[in-house]
């Protein structure tokens, strides 16, 4: 059997080398303050756009905007439709 000694110092260098960068990492998370993208209904989507139910449903059948699901349900994503209206323009 093996017998390891750790001195303080041995466990202040392994401290600094594994939980040091996890500290910075964890600050500039912080710093950058992300926000979780927004999902919008099918209803919330074509009030977005201005445009009606059927209308969005055809653009999403084309490929003009895309949709997302989580089991049943379809949903948007904010930013796919900001760039659907870009491509438009």
């Not at 093996?2 to 392994?14: G, K, N, R, V």
């Not at 040091?20 to 009030?47: C, F, H, W, Y």
């Not at 490929?63 to 997302?68: D, F, K, P, Q, T």
């Amino acid at each position: 059997m093996e017998q390891i000694i750790m001195t303080s110092l041995s466990i202040d260098q392994l401290r600094a080398e594994l939980i040091g960068p996890l500290q910075k990492e964890i600050e500039s998370l912080k710093d950058n303050k992300v926000t979780p993208e927004t999902l919008l209904t099918r209803k919330q989507a074509a009030q977005f756009l201005n445009v009606t139910f059927a209308t969005l449903n055809d653009w999403t059948k084309r490929g003009l905007v895309e949709c997302g699901r989580i089991g049943t349900r379809v949903y948007y994503k904010r930013s796919n439709l900001i760039n659907a209206i870009n491509k438009f323009s």
